[in-house]
């Protein structure tokens, strides 16, 4: 297999854990992190416990059809697909393309192409309205204390009081401690936008 397609797989995988692919196929949402048992809907049997999931593993094993496998096996049975539709199926489901080794994409690789694009631009435009939201609180605050602080200068020094000493320690505490949030800010809405660009990449 190509290591760029079984790169894809790994990371299809990592992001439709088989927690979250069963209620798609109509099985009852898990209740326990690690086990699971339910009446097998791919099959359709009787036995209330013929479907088994190791949900730590991402396995899964239907004892009506001795057979089992991992997400991308479920999706083969419960669709009634190959592999390579049950992985293109997922990879839509989780916003990936797919590589294809300069061949023309796929109908449903170009789906996942433009929907990955569509989803990046909606979180990051999300972010950046966040952002200017936060920037302006943070204007708001640093006009305060220039007012504040023009207020205290305007006063010549040889006039102050203690108050106007202890205003004039308190001033530089709120700006250095204003100066440290917005560099808090900075940093996560780095850290966000590189996420978002890494998860639709």
């Given at each position: 297999?190509?290591?760029q ?17 069963l ?6 949402p898990p209740?326990?992190p ?10 359709q049997?009787?036995n209330p ?17 001795s057979h ?7 999706i ?14 997922a990879a839509?489901?989780?916003g ?22 569509r ?5 990051l ?7 200017d939201?936060y ?8 006009s ?14 040889q ?7 202890t205003?004039?320690l308190?001033?530089?505490?709120c ?8 560099r808090?800010r900075?940093?996560?809405f780095?850290e ?6 890494a998860?639709y990449a």
């Amino acid at each position: 297999m190509d290591s760029q397609l079984n790169d894809c797989i790994q990371t299809i995988k990592s992001r439709l854990p088989l927690r979250d692919l069963l209620p798609e196929f109509g099985f009852p949402p898990p209740r326990s992190p690690r086990r699971y048992r339910s009446r097998c809907l791919l099959h359709q049997g009787d036995n209330p416990t013929s479907f088994s999931g190791d949900l730590a593993h991402d396995r899964w094993y239907c004892f009506s059809r001795s057979h089992g496998g991992d997400q991308f096996n479920l999706i083969q049975e419960a669709r009634q697909c190959s592999f390579r539709e049950a992985v293109e199926w997922a990879a839509v489901r989780v916003g990936i393309a797919l590589p294809t080794n300069g061949r023309r994409p796929s109908p449903a690789a170009a789906a996942t192409l433009r929907l990955r694009r569509r989803l990046r631009d909606a979180a990051l435009a999300e972010l950046a309205s966040e952002e200017d939201d936060y920037r302006e609180i943070e204007e708001a605050f640093y006009s305060a204390l220039r007012s504040w602080g023009q207020r205290l200068y305007s006063k010549p020094k040889q006039e102050w009081t203690a108050k106007n000493y202890t205003d004039c320690l308190l001033l530089d505490e709120c700006g250095d401690e204003l100066d440290g949030l917005v560099r808090e800010r900075q940093t996560r809405f780095d850290e966000e936008r590189r996420q978002v660009n890494a998860r639709y990449a």
